[in-house]
T-cell receptor, first 118, second 115 residues
Framework: AQTVTQSQPEMSVQEAETVTLSCTYD???????LFWYKQPPSRQMILVIR??????QNATENRFSVNFQKAAKSFSLKISDSQLGDAAMYFC???????????????FGSGTKLNVKP | DTGVSQDPRHKITKRGQNVTFRCDPI?????LYWYRQTLGQGPEFLTY????????KSRLLSDRFSAERPKGSFSTLEIQRTEQGDSAMYLC?????????????FGPGTRLTVT
């Protein structure tokens, strides 16, 4: 089974600074998708950014960008110009390609709690 | 509001009681998922529906758990004879098969506390 590892249980960043959250995964598949989800306190998880493994270009969404290293099986999230509203749990997730007439489940890491200091 | 909704948001029950949770997915989404999330962990997959068919169940889903999705719309998750170990956040998510990455949209969750 695929595994997703987030080795940083908690991180802190000063407002307006940059922070990088780490994620590694284990898979034997060649085609898959990677995601970063944000879960604010007592609120629902929302997608921050996603990366398709066959695309070499790193995904970017405004202040959020990823560093995808396929050979190293690494997928880190960089948050630039951190804002107070970025404080949340961040989960890295992996999903393989769907086999015919079936689906591949998401595998989530254990999360990184991001604190943003004013 | 066109997002995924879940009801109730919080449920406190005594050990041995039955509980039922409801999930209303985004209307055009044909895939629906249930997850369990315990404190300090990421969501763990429980079960998956494509339309009204339950296509996969995790080993985490013991015989005391049952899920339905009649008519391929809303879904219910029932836990019979609850145990303290069932205390967790139960998340529902939905996705649209046409979306190549099958991004999942999550509901706010139902937090279950078994006393």
């Amino acid at each position: 089974a695929q595994t997703v590892t987030q080795s940083q249980p908690e991180m802190s960043v000063q407002e307006a600074e940059t922070v990088t959250l780490s994620c590694t995964y284990d898979t034997s598949e060649s085609d898959y998708y990677l995601f970063w989800y944000k879960q604010p306190p007592s609120r629902q998880m929302i997608l921050v950014i996603r990366q398709e493994a066959y695309k070499q270009q790193n995904a970017t969404e405004n202040r959020f960008s990823v560093n995808f290293q396929k050979a190293a099986k690494s997928f880190s999230l960089k948050i630039s110009d951190s804002q107070l509203g970025d404080a949340a749990m961040y989960f890295c997730a992996y999903r393989g390609e769907d086999p015919p007439n079936n689906f591949n489940k998401f595998y989530f890491g254990s999360g990184t709690k991001l604190n943003v200091k004013p | 509001d066109t997002g995924v909704s879940q009801d109730p948001r919080h449920k406190i029950t005594k050990r041995g009681q039955n509980v039922t949770f409801r999930c209303d997915p985004i209307s055009e989404h044909n895939r629906l998922y249930w997850y369990r999330q315990t404190l300090g962990q990421g969501p763990e997959f429980l079960t998956y529906f494509q339309n009204e068919a339950q296509l996969e169940k995790s080993r985490l889903l013991s015989d005391r758990f049952s899920a339905e999705r009649p008519k391929g719309s809303f879904s219910t998750l029932e836990i019979q004879r609850t145990e303290q170990g069932d205390s967790a956040m139960y998340l529902c998510a939905s996705s649209l098969r046409a979306d190549s990455s099958y991004e999942q949209y999550f509901g706010p969750g139902t937090r279950l506390t078994v006393t």
